[in-house]
């Protein structure tokens, strides 16, 4: 599938970045260098060195060098602005090629003004001059970041909700002290389980256990603790997932499958609306040179051999086939009951779609349809798709899924009760100045 991608604040802007990072290093070709980003504070420019200058726009410079506030703390002041320099956007979407894509995905931080307030009138006006459906990437706040981000969230979901074709949502609070090296990593135990459990019905632990005895405090030692590393981390994270979902087809030389992904089945999914999560779940195939590769490489080698000694090749590819079937059917429940982008109860979810990415003799469709199978079951999803994106030179098997229009959120429950509690809080303050005035 081809997207262009816009970032709007500063987290969406970093966010990007790390979308075009991750494209170049597994050679996808997801963009094709429509990008542009958009925000209000100048400075923030400066990391996202894959985005060319001339595709950076700022706005609302000109009422902060005027009054010395930051738009950024005011989704409604960011809103305004943005609409007010509607010509400067367009502009700006003039350097997008629409006829080359299959659709536009808005990336911004919703517990800050311009990506919350800003990013949803740039939605808005995408909606008004293209064709192509507009999804949007919404990253929710951490309880620590306080309650006036957690209140802007919560407005600006909304605002994205209702104008974005779809809403793929990150939780911060939920990836805060993730285990980053781990989190949706099939590990050599789960691997030999699975070897040994083709075709079990038995449950995957989740990736909740990686951080249960995380300490509450941050470790000044520790880079994993430090907060702007932290935050790093969670892009590369979605940037990854994003990138593995969106881009399901567009390897460079990647090799023909009859199941191979297709941008409709992708479309499709997100045609649902409302707001969607995405799980995920690799692990790394064994590289040239070991065990399995010399036995592989010595059958091949004496396939002339008598008839007789087929059988013996043929059994060893059975093991394999059985081998690989069971690690993706493996690799679907971790990703679907692994920490998700946005957690959620995945049986709310109207639609699934399953890809699959690894090199073509490990895409083993046995375990596809297997795993493909225990998903329509475990979360009762009517409409589950699934297509896969053969690559040989991947270094390991990838499952992504995305659940979209999922309902049972706790997460966004929690931030709507902190939204109206801090509400009532400003609400007392103004009646109490307002009573004093009047005294």
């Known amino acids: 599938m081809k997207l262009a991608v816009v970032g709007v604040g500063n987290a969406g802007s970093r966010i990007v970045n790390q979308v075009l990072e991750f494209e170049k290093e597994t050679g996808r070709n997801l963009c094709n260098g429509n990008t542009l980003l958009i925000n209000s504070t100048p400075t923030a420019f400066d990391a996202p060195e894959h985005v060319p200058e001339e595709r950076r726009l700022t706005i609302g410079d000109v009422y902060w060098e005027a ?198 089945d992708i479309m499709r999914t997100l045609d649902t609306g409302g707001i969607s999560s995405i799980g995920y779940a690799s692990f790394d195939l064994p590289q040239a040179g070991g065990v399995r590769s010399w036995v592989r490489s010595m059958s091949d080698r004496f396939a002339w051999m008598p008839d007789s000694n087929w059988a013996n090749k043929a059994e060893m590819d059975d093991d394999d086939t059985a081998t690989d079937a069971a690690k993706i059917n493996r690799l679907v429940r971790k990703a679907a009951l692994s920490k998700l982008t946005l957690p959620c109860e995945i049986s709310s979810a109207d639609r699934a779609l399953i890809v699959l990415t690894g090199p073509s003799r490990t895409l083993s469709r046995k375990g596809f349809e297997g795993g493909r199978y225990w998903l329509e079951r475990e979360a009762d999803i009517v409409e589950v798709m699934a297509g896969d994106e053969p690559h040989d030179r991947a270094p390991s098997l990838t499952v992504v899924i995305l659940f979209s229009n999922v309902t049972d959120v706790d997460r966004i429950k929690e931030i709507q009760e902190t939204a109206i509690e801090h509400q009532q809080a400003l609400d007392a303050e103004v009646s109490e100045v307002g009573a004093a005035d009047s005294r």
């Open 67 to 264: 009054s010395g506030e930051d738009i950024d703390g005011d989704p409604d002041l960011a809103a305004e602005i943005a609409r007010e320099e509607k010509n400067d956007i367009i502009r700006a979407f003039d350097l997008i090629e629409f006829h080359q894509v299959d659709g536009i995905l808005v990336v911004a931080g919703l517990g800050r003004g311009t990506g919350g307030g800003a990013g949803a009138v740039v939605i808005d006006q995408l909606k008004e001059i293209c064709d192509e459906p507009v999804y949007a990437v919404g990253v929710l706040p951490a309880t620590s970041e306080g309650q006036e981000p957690a209140l802007t969230a919560a407005r600006t979901l909304q605002s994205f909700v209702a104008t974005a074709d779809n809403v793929i949502t990150f939780d911060n609070d939920a990836w805060r002290d993730a285990d980053f090296d781990s989190v949706g990593r099939l590990q050599p135990e789960e691997d030999d389980a699975a070897d040994e459990a083709t075709g079990s019905d038995e449950d995957v632990p989740t990736d909740d256990t990686d951080t249960a005895d995380a300490p509450d405090t941050a470790d000044a030692t520790n880079p994993a603790d430090d907060s702007t590393g932290e935050f790093e981390r969670m892009n590369v994270a979605l940037a990854e997932r994003l990138v593995t979902l969106f881009a399901a087809g567009e390897f460079r030389g990647s090799t023909e499958s009859e199941n191979r992904m297709d941008p409709s």
